[in-house]
């Protein structure tokens, strides 16, 4: 197949001259030319558990080797961008503009939104920082303790993404946070 | 005009190559008949053309931006929401600013280069001294505030094939696919840097491939991980607490049959005969580990082991670095 010999090769292309005997990147490969007047192409490739032959026109009835062959086309093809190219969208003038206007409103929505986000977390931040200075000017022990830090901070597993349902069981009344484990750790 | 169809018809066919400007050429091959995006990127072949003799409907088509849906090098993003990003704006993100939160935090010095002392008269014009208990220079701490909330930057996906080395180079190559349905994202090959004799290890050899995820690929794949991956790994109880850079950077590793919970993998087994592991890393915007571990377990990664904590200068060591500069506290 052109297809696996023009990959593959470029791939597992030799970067430099390399300083080995058998410097055929494909192992023992004989690659034949393609021809537009032979009926056949055909490439070998060695590999670990034999040899591998890729060809292009009449189809062979080959035995498990053609299942191996098929996988690794198979896989190649879905890194080679060939027959990958989408169709190109053509618009309408009406639909050009629809989708601008569209595209332009999301747009701001998403702006919107980001600027809000960032607005809240100031506004939460400075009120942290405040609350902080008054504590402080009102007790030293309160603000002391306050400033008290888990070590190292963790968030528990059950504060997990959300879904778009929700889970089977939605409150579990009978919950407890799971036992610490104080395994001494084997090296 | 054959096997030029970019250039106006009735032109010369003999293109003189100090005339010449290149451009990006479409794919020739046929495109797919349904609309549809590609993880693989078309391949553009570079050809030269003279800009006088270029059709009008040509120049439309190499004008039109990438972001343009019109573009044949358009890829529509966000169509659909991102969960996980969505949970680390509204949730995560302020209970990550108040745990985060130190009170009248300075800035932390880092290692930086020494100058000298000019005890010697050789001192003038020297290189600068390496910096003290450092063998590189650290970044300073800045203050954890509002604008400098740690996240998920990128997701750094990187494989060693074995078997490519001892075997046969293709070897690489399913891992290497399979590292592209998981992510989202076509991986590139890595090649070996070195040749070494008793581990039959050629320079320049493909050994493995890399990719690095950004955006909602990320997210995907983070939550794929953390919800249906590691919970089906045997014995699996959480990244090591001491895994880290230093400057934010966690990684991890997942053995080879480790990788085949993955729905892609999972789905057709057959297909993924040998497939070698994964070194996972996750780039974050923390400025220290502990600050990305908190970030991480907030997103779902368990960590256990014992947690390193880095030295810290405290604060009267930072006092007496203040005072030898001249800044005066008065409590």
């Given amino acids: 197949m052109i297809l696996a010999q023009g990959f593959l090769r470029h791939i597992l292309r030799p970067r430099t001259p390399s300083l080995f005997a058998n410097s055929s990147v494909l192992g023992d490969a004989s690659v034949l030319a393609p021809s537009t007047f032979s009926q056949q192409t055909s490439i070998d490739v060695k590999t670990g558990n034999g040899t591998l032959m890729f060809t292009r026109g009449k189809r062979s009835r080959g035995g498990g080797e053609t299942q191996q062959k098929h996988k690794m086309v198979n896989m190649l093809s879905l890194i080679s961008p060939r027959q990958k190219q989408p169709r190109r969208i053509k618009l309408s003038y009406e639909d050009s503009l629809r989708h ?51 070590s190292p901070i963790r968030f528990p597993m059950e504060y997990r993404i959300p879904t778009v349902t929700p889970p089977r069981r939605i409150w579990d009344a009978t919950w407890k946070p799971p036992a610490e484990e104080k395994k001494r750790r084997t090296v | ?19 010449q400007q290149r451009i990006q050429a479409l794919h020739t091959t046929s495109p797919v008949s349904k609309n549809s995006i590609s993880i693989v990127h078309p391949v553009h072949h570079r050809i030269r053309y003279k800009k006088n ?67 010697s008269p050789y001192h003038v014009n020297r290189q600068k001294r390496a910096p003290a208990g450092s063998a590189i220079e650290t970044p300073e701490i800045k ?37 592209q349905q998981i992510t989202g994202k076509k991986p590139r090959p890595v090649y070996s840097k070195s040749t070494v004799m008793t581990w039959r290890l050629r320079k320049n050899m493909m050994v493995g491939a890399k990719v690095k995820i950004q955006g909602p690929d990320m997210y995907q794949f983070f939550a794929t991980l953390v919800e249906v991956v590691l919970p089906r790994i045997k014995d699996f109880k959480g990244v090591e607490n001491t895994s880290g850079d230093m400057f934010g950077n966690v990684s991890f590793g997942l053995e080879p049959a480790d990788v085949k919970w993955f729905p892609e993998v999972e789905g057709n087994a057959e297909l993924w005969p040998n497939l070698a592991g994964l070194h996972i890393t996750f780039v974050t915007g923390a400025q220290t580990d502990p600050e990305a571990r908190i970030m991480l377990s907030a997103l779902g990664m368990p960590f256990v082991g014992k947690e390193r904590l880095y030295n810290v200068p405290s604060f009267e060591a930072l006092e007496a670095i203040d005072r030898k500069k001249g800044i005066k506290y008065d409590y």
């Fill in chain 1, 100 to 150: 601008r206007t569209v595209h332009r409103a999301w747009q701001l929505v998403v702006r919107t939104k980001r600027e809000e986000r960032r607005l809240e977390l100031q506004k939460q931040y400075y009120k942290i920082k405040h609350a902080c200075d008054e504590l402080r000017k009102t007790s030293q022990v309160l603000y002391e303790s306050a400033m008290e830090k888990p």
């Fill in chain 2, 1 to 19: 005009m054959a096997g030029r169809p970019h250039l106006k018809p009735g032109c010369s066919a003999y293109l003189r190559p100090f005339q």
């Fill in chain 2, 53 to 119: 003799q270029l059709q009008p409907a040509y120049k439309e088509i190499l004008n039109t931006p990438k972001w343009d849906t019109r573009s044949h090098l358009f890829k529509p993003q966000y169509a659909q929401q991102s969960r996980l990003e969505e949970h680390y704006n509204t949730t995560i993100a302020p209970d990550l600013l108040l745990a985060n939160f130190v009170h009248d935090e300075r800035v932390i010095p880092g290692r930086k280069r020494q100058e000298w002392d000019g005890s």
């Fill in chain 2, 143 to 179: 203050p954890r505030t509002f604008k400098n909330i740690p996240g998920l930057k990128a997701i750094w996906v990187n494989a060693f094939v074995r078997e490519a080395v001892r075997v046969n180079q293709e070897r690489a190559l399913p891992t290497m696919v399979m590292m």
